[in-house]
């Protein structure tokens, strides 16, 4: 169809407004978090920063800290990165590793109750996590699992469970049987087939899942402001806390947030496919 | 003959068969016992628990019947709570509805670099919500904020202009950020559906004399309306759990408090367990109750076309 001009004007205008407000808060976090403090109040405003500086960033890495002043935080914000990347990265492996065995068995392997258990956990899916929480909190109590990286980890994979195990159940049933049967044939055993066959042909959604997972275990709030108030506290438990009743430290916290972005921005940027088909998958429930 | 050769070709396939049970058995054993320990048992414990007192503070726990839920019938804060949910659900859903499916149609008619473009809009999405809201609680900033700047360089008088004094700007500037979130999820749900809309429809149309606007009411609104249920299912449920943005952008301000906050305050702070469990189960329900009607609505309206 011919575009007349007016609609490609049309067009290029939503595009401007849609990119602006999906990209401005981030643009405006990231211009924030290399600009003096002085800057902060200047008005009229400057949407681009007129000085540069790396204090903030410096202050969170704890380098130059006499010169610039200020609290240190290093030590927490590093303890606090580190325990985001250890229990995001071990929910997501825990979680689809036992999500694909399982997702494998869901396919192709007959036993009495399947169906009944599938449809179980799925249905779990509908179910918000807080109606779970308090319980939880007092299992992990008992079993002193409170601030560890075991007992958050073990949260996110029953979390993240269900939604990867329905996802990969359609990702199995969508590969073409004939090859396994062929396989199977040849005698080679299950396990076989499904490391040597199964697994590498389910890549892009063994990727999807993973990524679901771990962006959902990255961005969790309200389950670590409660299980790891501590020892094990992510980035999203220490960004807020820079929020102070009396002062607001908005350096530290766009420079933190920045940091915060950086690994959802690359997943975005370069596996934006899975995570869509991921998406998609986990919307129809 | 036959009958032997079958019975002799099932009791062969039988050691298979059986060994097959229960390799499956163990390989769905792991999930079985994560989910029975951390969501089966503590479901079952929340409603047994809800009938019963139970509070750190106190020793024992008695039956109460359903004191716990009667008890939410005469808690003026909560009565306060479940208004700025609903408020916040149906702004919420509207916007991201609204806005999500014109934010589809738009990018379904980019051609060029459509992948970048969606990439972008998903972004807010992966983010984490409290990243989200710090980065919003900046812009907001009454004396140096983004927004208060933008409206004064238009000359507009917003200079110090605090948007949580006033209820409603405080829910809205909480659901903006909310929608802000969300809506990538409303995006990807029904660009997915539109893209699957066979292209000789289109043509046919154009052949009719179809206008832009008709094409697009007439062809692809209808065609994208169970995707567009999915999505706004998708935005209710999310909306009823929403959290991380009222609680950072707002603490436990009463004007913009959501139920999941009140639950949260009533279980941790107060301490009572048992009937911050009573509420988790009530706005479960309330949540799936509400995008049951759609889902209705949907399939309904999809029998009878």
Same mark, same amino acid.
């Given at each position: ?28 976090? *990231? ?22 500086? *790396? ?18 935080? #290093? %030590?927490?914000?590093?303890?606090? *990165? ?83 195990? #329905?996802?990969?159940? %359609? ?7 004939? *090859? ?37 275990? #990255? ?8 299980? %790891? ?57 | ?27 769905? !054993? ?29 020793? /024992? ?30 702004? @919420?859903?509207? @916007?991201?509805? =609204?806005? /999500?499916?014109?934010?589809?149609? &738009? ?19 992966? &983010? ?33 202009? =605090? ?32 893209? !699957? ?6 043509? @046919? ?20 309306? !169970?995707?567009?249920?999915? @999505?706004?299912?998708?935005?209710? =449920? ?9 609680? =950072? ?57």
């Amino acid at each position: 169809m011919k575009q007349s001009l007016s609609h490609r004007l049309l067009i290029w205008a939503g595009v401007a407004v849609l990119l602006i407000w999906s990209l401005g808060p981030i643009y405006w976090t *990231l211009a924030s978090s290399i600009t003096p403090t002085e800057d902060f109040s200047a008005r009229p405003i400057h949407f681009f920063p007129r000085h540069f500086t *790396l204090d903030h960033f410096s202050r969170l890495f704890g380098i130059d800290i006499a010169r610039i002043g200020g609290v240190q935080v #290093w %030590s927490q914000f590093r303890a606090a *990165l580190i325990n985001s990347i250890v229990t995001s990265v071990a929910a997501t492996l825990l979680c689809v590793a036992i999500s694909a065995l399982g997702a494998y068995a869901f396919t192709r392997i007959q036993f009495p109750g399947r169906g009944f258990l599938f449809a179980a956990i799925v249905a779990t899916l509908a179910i918000p996590g807080y109606a779970v929480l308090i319980p939880l909190y007092r299992i992990m109590i008992s079993l002193h699992l409170v601030d560890t990286y075991v007992g958050v980890a073990l949260i996110y994979v029953s979390a993240y469970l269900p939604l990867s195990l #329905w996802l990969l159940r %359609s990702v199995f049933e969508a590969l073409p049987i004939a *090859l396994e049967e062929a396989a199977q044939l040849d005698g080679a055993g299950r396990l076989y087939i499904f490391f040597n066959i199964v697994l590498p042909l389910a890549g892009p959604g063994l990727t999807a899942a993973a990524i679901l997972t771990f962006l959902g275990a #990255w961005g969790q709030y309200l389950v670590p402001l409660i299980f %790891s108030p501590q020892a094990t506290k992510p980035l999203t438990v220490l960004i807020p806390e820079f929020v102070t009743k009396n002062f607001i430290d908005y350096g530290l916290i766009t420079a933190s947030g920045s940091i915060a972005i950086i690994i959802p921005a690359l997943v975005v940027i370069f596996l934006n496919r899975y995570l869509v088909s991921g998406l998609l998958a986990g919307s129809v429930k | 003959m036959t009958i032997a050769i079958s019975a002799g070709g099932r009791s062969g396939r039988g050691v298979g068969v059986k060994a097959d049970t229960m390799l499956g058995i163990l390989l769905v !054993s792991p999930i079985l016992i994560t989910m029975a320990a951390l969501v089966f048992y503590p479901i079952g414990r929340t409603v047994w628990d809800s009938l019963h007192r139970v509070n750190p503070m106190q020793a /024992g726990t008695p039956f109460v019947g359903l004191e716990n839920y009667t008890r939410m019938l005469s808690d003026g804060p909560l009565g306060t709570t479940w208004v700025n949910t609903f408020v916040y659900v149906v702004l @919420a859903v509207v @916007a991201e509805t =609204v806005f /999500g499916v014109l934010a589809a149609a &738009l990018i379904n008619q980019v051609k060029v670099g459509r992948q970048w473009l969606l990439a972008a809009v998903v972004l807010p999405w992966a &983010l984490p919500g409290v990243v989200n809201a710090v980065i919003w609680l900046w812009i907001y900033q009454p004396g140096a904020g983004l927004l208060n700047g933008v409206l004064s360089a238009i000359g507009l008088p917003f200079e110090n202009h =605090v948007w949580f004094n006033d209820r409603t700007s405080a829910i809205i500037a909480v659901t903006v950020v909310h929608v802000w979130r969300m809506m990538p999820l409303t995006v990807v749900i029904v660009l997915a559906a539109m893209q !699957s809309i066979p292209a000789h429809l289109y043509e @046919a149309a154009r052949i009719d004399g179809a206008t832009r606007a008709q094409m697009f009411t007439l062809v692809t609104l209808p065609l994208v309306r !169970s995707a567009i249920a999915v @999505a706004m299912t998708n935005a209710t =449920v999310n909306a009823f759990n929403l959290f991380d943005e009222a609680w =950072v952008l707002a603490g436990s301000s009463l004007e913009t408090r959501p139920v999941l906050v009140q639950i949260y305050l009533e279980t941790f702070q107060n301490l009572r367990f048992s009937y911050g469990m009573a509420l988790s189960l009530v706005i479960t329900l309330v949540s799936l109750l509400v995008s049951l009607v759609y889902v209705l609505r949907v399939y309904r309206n999809t029998r009878f076309d």
